[in-house]
């Protein structure tokens, strides 16, 4: 049983399914590697910190749980700013939202490498975490604006995996400038760097060429009657929880493994930013490869978008669980590698269905209260918790109990998947059909 794709959809919706591109394939590529760019400058600026963990502990004498802080600052920043500045940018104009919030951050990120002491630092992330608030949701809407609704998935997960490709950067680049310079001229090169690629995007992406058929004047106009259709569905509450659940196991490696590596592998700073990095990568590759898994999956099943994120969340579960308790060694760093794979994987496809389950003409909305929900269950509390456990029970024993996370986002997934086909009907207004013939081309296959 699939979901007709052509029909007409309720206003505000394209097919989600849609292979039709909106305009310009080679244009909707630039604004894609454009925005990829300003999401790498996004993560680096942010995650550089974590590659210079050891040397402000030492500087400053400073707990776990304040390193920690500085780390989850960010985040909570992200999360509590995220929905009402993409609402602003849905009715002001997202490109030149995003402009000025990466030029913000990438000032804040000069600030911190100026910092004198803790709370001077602290300021400087929070200000960080303000700039960065609502570029993932904004700059996903702005992606997925230009794109087939058939690719939503794919760039999605492609998309949300540019953060961990810039957690690798940022800790590989940080510790190595960091090792080489000092901790402060890690910050300024992330700073410099971000300026540079705000530039060029006011420069090349115009608001006007995206988005040919966005919606009427009239339907921006009714926000405050789509607004309410963002928790309408049981399927895509599931989607946030679960997401952000399932992202606090993510965040929460992409903190501490610099430290851990440094800790339990006696690696100097620099090299344990790198080997960090590599597995920051494994993580963002996992992000690609779920998206790219939901899309080719659930072509003639919607809900087994649902069965993929089940699948990275268990999955995830097990090897975490299995690789910390194992020593330091060859083969806990290859079931950490694995563990790694999965433990973001549920971000395409999670990505997909809030596409597919609410309006378009509150597209960065949307995806604001997923970041919302990612930011405030997962990405925030990840490195700030992990920290408080390890100034109680050492670093191991708190990664330890990290990935027990996953069972909560497994129960919110399984629940989505339970009601997930009434409500794509309910809200969508399109009518279940039978499955295409074999004879029929592949790209009518419904995908929603």
């Given at each position: 049983?699939?979901?007709?794709t052509?029909?007409?959809?309720?206003?505000?919706?394209?097919?989600?399914?849609?292979?039709?591109?909106?305009?310009?394939?080679?244009?909707?590529?630039v604004?894609?590697?454009?925005?990829?760019?300003?999401?790498l400058?996004?993560?680096?600026?942010?995650?550089?910190?974590?590659?210079?963990?050891?040397?402000l502990?030492?500087?400053?004498?400073?707990?776990?749980?304040?390193?920690?802080?500085?780390?989850?600052?960010?985040a909570?920043?992200?999360?509590?700013?995220t929905?009402?500045?993409?609402l602003?940018?849905?009715?002001w104009?997202?490109?030149?939202?995003?402009?000025i919030?990466?030029?913000?951050?990438?000032?804040?990120?000069?600030?911190?490498?100026?910092?004198?002491s803790?709370?001077?630092m602290f300021v400087?992330?929070?200000c960080?975490?303000?700039?960065?608030?609502?570029?993932?949701?904004?700059?996903?809407?702005?992606?997925?604006?230009?794109?087939?609704?058939?690719?939503?998935?794919?760039?999605?997960?492609?998309?949300i995996a540019?953060?961990?490709?810039?957690?690798v950067?940022?800790?590989?680049?940080?510790?190595a400038?960091?090792?080489?310079?000092?901790?402060?001229?890690?910050?300024g090169?992330?700073?410099?760097?971000?300026?540079?690629?705000?530039?060029?995007?006011?420069?090349?992406?115009?608001?006007k060429?995206?988005n040919?058929?966005?919606?009427?004047?009239?339907?921006r106009?009714?926000?405050?009657?789509?607004?309410?259709?963002?928790?309408?569905?049981?399927?895509?509450?599931s989607?946030?929880?679960?997401?952000?659940?399932?992202?606090?196991?993510?965040g929460?490696?992409?903190a501490?493994?610099?430290?851990?590596?440094?800790?339990y592998?006696?690696?100097p700073t620099?090299?344990?930013?790198?080997?960090?990095?590599?597995?920051?990568?494994?993580?963002?590759?996992?992000?690609?490869?779920?998206?790219?898994?939901?899309d080719?999956?659930?072509?003639?099943?919607?809900?087994?978008?649902?069965t993929?994120?089940?699948?990275?969340?268990v999955?995830?579960?097990?090897?975490?669980?299995?690789?910390?308790?194992?020593?330091?060694?060859?083969?806990?760093l290859?079931?950490?590698?694995?563990?790694?794979?999965?433990?973001a994987?549920?971000?395409?496809?999670?990505?997909?269905?809030?596409?597919?389950?609410?309006?378009?003409?509150?597209?960065?909305?949307?995806?604001?209260?997923?970041?919302?929900?990612?930011?405030?269950?997962?990405?925030?509390?990840g490195?700030?918790?992990?920290g408080?456990l390890?100034?109680?029970?050492?670093?191991?024993g708190a990664?330890?109990?990290?990935?027990?996370?996953?069972?909560?986002?497994?129960g919110?997934?399984?629940?989505?998947?339970h009601?997930?086909g009434?409500d794509?009907?309910?809200?969508?207004?399109?009518?279940?059909?039978?499955?295409?013939?074999?004879s029929?081309?592949?790209?009518?296959?419904?995908?929603?």
């Open positions: 049983m699939g979901f007709l052509t029909a007409e959809p309720t206003p505000g919706r394209t097919a989600s399914g849609s292979s039709e591109w909106p305009g310009s394939r080679r244009y909707a590529w604004v894609f590697a454009l925005s990829f760019g300003l999401l400058s996004d993560y680096m600026s942010r995650q550089v910190l974590n590659a210079v963990f050891p040397m502990k030492a500087d400053w004498l400073l707990s776990d749980a304040r390193l920690g802080s500085l780390s989850g600052i960010v909570l920043m992200v999360g509590l700013l929905f009402p500045l993409s602003l940018a849905d009715r104009g997202r490109v030149r939202f995003l402009v919030a990466a030029t913000m951050w990438s000032l804040a990120t000069l600030g911190c490498a100026v910092a004198a803790y709370g001077q400087g992330r929070l960080v975490g303000v700039g960065e608030a609502a570029y993932g949701s904004v700059g996903i809407a702005v992606v997925l604006s230009v794109f087939p609704g058939a690719l939503r998935a794919t760039l999605s997960g492609a998309f540019g953060g961990a490709f810039g957690s950067l940022g800790m590989s680049i940080g510790g400038v960091a090792q080489a310079y000092g901790w402060r001229w890690a910050f090169v992330m700073g410099v760097l971000g300026l540079v690629l705000a530039g060029v995007y006011a420069v090349v992406v115009r608001e060429r995206l040919p058929q966005k919606p009427a004047a009239e339907e106009a009714a926000l405050r009657v789509l607004l309410p259709r963002l928790f309408s569905s049981v399927s895509v509450v989607a946030y929880i679960g997401s952000g659940l399932q992202l606090f196991i993510a929460a490696l992409i501490w493994l610099p430290s851990y590596f440094n800790r592998y006696d690696l620099a090299k344990a930013g790198a080997t960090a990095g590599l597995f920051a990568l494994v993580i963002g590759v996992g992000m690609i490869l779920g998206g790219i898994a939901s080719r999956i659930s072509r003639r099943a919607p809900i087994h978008k649902w993929v994120a089940i699948g990275c969340s999955g995830s579960l097990v090897l975490l669980m299995t690789a910390f308790r194992l020593p330091a060694g060859q083969a806990q290859l079931v950490l590698a694995l563990g790694a794979l999965l433990c994987g549920t971000a395409g496809p999670g990505a997909a269905m809030v596409a597919n389950l609410t309006p378009a003409a509150i597209a960065a909305t949307a995806f604001a209260t997923l970041t919302l929900a990612q930011s405030l269950l997962g990405l925030a509390p490195p700030a918790v992990t408080a390890a100034d109680r029970l050492g670093l191991l990664l330890q109990l990290v990935p027990l996370v996953a069972i909560a986002a497994t919110c997934f399984l629940t989505g998947r009601h997930y009434r794509l009907r309910r809200l969508t207004g399109l009518a279940p059909v039978a499955e295409p013939k074999e029929e081309p592949e790209e009518s296959e419904p995908s929603a």
